[in-house]
């Protein structure tokens, strides 16, 4: 079976284990999160050594270049070295801004060290001086030079209430990415848009429908936001504020206690999508629910773009 060695320990993988599980079994400080190839926090880079493609599917070609790899999905067929990817992957950025947008939703500024290059919508990884690590996706615009990020506290959640009721402005956090291909590309400005999502899945589509709004598009941009009742909404006033001055975006937030499935609230607002962009996010049952359901309404598998907001596991 394979070894890897890390900081000088080896430890030979069992069959059908994982790097990243080989390592926690000897107790290597391996940064993790959502351990299904998602997130993208457990990156690594072998020194030698091949971690195999199925490891660097959706990495960006630049750390591809650098060996680096996702060690939760990976099973390599033979030894490796590996060790924590350097300063081209992984920066830094400063906390400089918190307030508060609903009882459970924390608005979270970050100042990265260089000016961002992400697209809205994308999401990055947070790091804490202790490796703990935890997936956001982005609200802002790059032209704006911060990072906006929205972070639902999870009671006994590691990360959120952290940053909740310890962390503050002026603190320095680690940070990767952008990652993601959850965002508004020009070309077609008169295409309808749906943008759908649940709890903190507003993030993105909020960078989302200003980017599109920002690049002058003129098609109409349908925004729904579901939660189980009204204190899981936010950005209400926000929302209401950007569609009143743009006659083309209607903003509809659907209560599960009053309208019912936000699915089936869609579709039945929406039977026809044939020619439609939508971009979807959220819990993962609600996204592959109204992917398929977007798709045989006549949406083009390639117009749909989808982030699943994949939990992390209790003891990470």
């Known amino acids: 079976m394979p070894v890897i060695d890390w900081e000088g320990q080896q430890v030979q993988l069992a069959a059908g284990e ?6 926690l079994r000897i107790g290597a400080d391996v940064a993790h999160s959502c351990r299904a190839g998602v997130c993208q926090s457990c990156l690594l880079k072998a020194s030698s050594g091949q971690p195999g493609m199925a490891s660097q599917a959706g990495l960006k070609a630049a750390w591809i270049e650098q060996s680096c790899f996702l060690a939760c999905v990976c099973y390599p067929a033979g030894d490796l070295a590996v060790e924590t990817p350097g300063a081209g992957v992984r920066s830094s950025a400063e906390l400089i ?9 924390l608005r ?20 804490r001086d202790d490796g703990l690590a935890r997936s956001y996706s982005i609200a802002s615009l790059a032209d704006e030079g911060k990072i906006e990020l929205h972070v639902r506290i999870v009671p006994d959640g590691r990360m959120s209430s952290w940053l909740a009721q310890l962390a503050s402005p002026g603190i320095t956090v680690g940070i990767q990415g952008p990652a993601g291909n959850c965002f508004y590309t020009t070309g077609a400005p008169d295409q309808p848009l749906l943008l759908a999502a649940t709890g903190t899945g507003l993030a993105p589509l909020y960078g989302i429908v200003r980017e599109a709004l920002e690049q002058g598009h003129c ?35 659907v209560l599960r206690d009053r309208n019912g499935s936000i699915t089936d609230f869609i579709i039945n607002t929406h039977p026809q999508l044939k020619g439609w962009r939508g971009f979807i996010c959220g819990n993962p049952d609600f996204v592959n629910s109204l992917k398929k359901r977007v798709f045989l309404s006549g949406m083009a598998s390639r117009e749909i773009h989808s982030d699943a907001f994949v939990p992390a596991p209790p003891s990470s």
């Open 18 to 23: 994982s790097v990243l599980d080989g390592l």
């Open 97 to 105: 801004g918190m307030s508060w947008l609903s009882p459970t939703v």
């Open 108 to 127: 979270v500024i970050l100042q990265p060290e260089a000016p961002p290059v992400h697209r809205a919508g994308q999401y990055l990884t947070l790091f």
């Open 219 to 253: 098609g109409p941009i349908w925004l729904y936001h579901g939660a189980a009742n009204s204190e899981g909404l936010y950005l209400q006033a926000e929302l209401e504020a950007l569609a009143a001055t743009h006659p083309n975006l209607r903003y509809r937030p």
